[in-house]
């Protein structure tokens, strides 16, 4: 005889069965959810139906009642907090960037000034060190001595044209010759000085 095979209760034969289970529980959690988003109208007299389809102030509390509605306002006010967090920080990055601003230009203007005062002081210098240069003093010094003996010539110049006495002529052409004297030795001291510092390559 031919063997005769048996299933078992809990075979392949409930397979489809508890698929089908599944997809229901799942079709189930989705219609809650639904439900729970969507207005339940089922719930409203015949009178409140027609006063939501008549009155647009009771439509609106009705809707601001649903609770996806009311998700998508809580999700709007968390963004405009964000928003305007986000402004208040751009506002003090804004004022700080301006007191940057304002204590960069402070510090350019005082550092021109000083570079002006600097520039000035430094033509002081310059002017000073050229004066005091031991060659421009030797020049000074031959420029005295020269004017000295302008001195002296014009002396004697007044009293051979009787315009001095002889005391007075040579009170003054003894004190020119003098001062010319003074001034030639002391240019021929510091040129021997520059002449002895050039050969030392100083």
């Known amino acids: 005889m031919p063997t005769t095979t048996q299933h078992s209760p809990q075979g392949h034969a409930q397979g489809p ?16 959810e639904n439900g729970a988003n969507m207005p339940n109208l089922s719930t409203l007299s015949l009178d409140e139906l027609k006063q939501l389809d008549r009155d647009p102030e009771f439509f609106d509390d009705f809707i601001e009642e649903m609770s996806v509605v009311q998700h998508l306002n809580e999700e709007l006010d968390s963004m405009m907090n964000q928003v305007e967090n986000i402004s208040r920080e751009n506002e003090s990055k804004d004022t700080h960037l301006v007191e940057l601003k304002r204590r960069l230009s402070d510090d350019y203007t005082a550092l021109k000034t000083l570079g002006e005062k600097c520039d000035q ?10 004066e005091y240069a031991p060659q421009h003093i030797r020049e000074l010094l031959q420029i005295a001595a020269s004017n000295a003996d302008a ?19 040579l009170n003054t052409y003894q004190s020119s010759k ?18 002895a510092l050039e050969r030392a390559g100083i």
């Open 178 to 195: 003098k001062i010319s004297a003074e001034r030639k030795a002391k240019e021929e001291r510091l040129g021997n000085q520059l002449s």
């Open 17 to 32: 069965c508890q698929g089908q289970g599944q997809s229901q529980d799942k079709s189930d959690v989705k219609g809650e």
């Open 121 to 130: 002081l430094n033509k002081k210098y310059l002017k000073k060190s050229e």
């Open 151 to 169: 001195d002296c010539d014009r002396h004697v110049e007044h009293f051979l044209n009787g315009k001095i006495d002889v005391q007075t002529f």
